[in-house]
């Protein structure tokens, strides 16, 4: 079985700061990695993935992430956020053996002015 | 190209009750998902369908049905509705849909937003 563990459920920062939210996962088959946005009544829109080569994965909106193995991570990362970078960002993790994907609980970014 | 659009966007129902939601995919996109989302249980897998067929389940009751069309569109019917259904449905497309080994790109849709009370 796989697992999403997002380690805040909420991150507040202030405009133009840095921020990282955390996404660890476990698995014991190979698995390819995403990271979505979610706007008030709004579906998820995707913001990057990771299926395989660099670790680094840059995506839309100016967010990026690493995939790390070792430590089974893949935390999103952006210098610089907005005050429209507000919303509920979700990490998930789909499985090659099964076919499925699992989402994480989903962290909700607050940027304040 | 038009978007995953779903309907309705909005739902009141009582315990009891039965509902159908739809979904029309992207132009083009076979496969179909059905995704519940709760505050308590996050986002969490219905079902899948593509090319008419249901090819991947979730671990939900047999109240939770769907069927997919010629066209692609897909329906989701819940039956004796209770009230730890209220959530937000979302459906999302892609092209081949999710296989072994294999990942499409999914689109979601806005979701229909169910309450049962």
């Known amino acids: 079985a796989q697992s999403v563990t997002q380690l805040d459920s909420q991150v507040p920062v202030f405009e133009e700061a840095p921020v990282e939210l955390r996404c660890n996962y476990s698995s014991s088959v190979s698995v390819y990695l995403f990271w979505y946005v979610q706007y008030p009544n709004q579906g998820l829109q995707l913001l990057l993935k990771?299926?395989?080569?660099?670790?680094l994965v840059k995506g839309i909106n100016g967010f990026e992430a690493e995939f790390n193995k070792s430590q089974t991570s893949f935390h999103l990362r952006k210098p610089s956020v907005h005050i429209s970078d507000t919303a509920e960002y979700f990490c998930a993790v789909f499985n090659t053996n099964a076919g499925k994907s699992t989402f994480g609980d989903g962290t909700t970014l607050t940027v304040k002015p | 190209k038009a978007g995953v659009t779903q309907t309705p966007r909005y739902l009141i129902k009582t315990r009891g009750q039965q509902v159908t939601l739809s979904c029309s995919p992207i132009s083009g996109h076979r496969s179909v998902s059905w995704y519940q989302q709760t505050p308590g249980q996050g986002l969490q897998f219905l079902f899948e369908y593509f090319s008419e067929t249901q090819r991947n389940k979730g671990n939900f009751p047999g109240r939770f049905s769907g069927r997919q069309f010629s066209n692609s569109r897909s329906e989701m019917n819940v039956s004796t509705l209770e009230l730890g259904d209220s959530a937000l449905y979302l459906c999302?497309?892609?092209?081949?849909?999710?296989?072994?080994?294999?990942?499409?790109?999914?689109?979601f849709g806005p979701g229909t937003r169910l309450t049962v009370l």
């Open positions: 999302a497309s892609s092209l081949e849909g999710q296989g072994v080994y294999s990942y499409n790109e999914q689109f």
């Open positions: 990771y299926l395989s080569g660099s670790t």
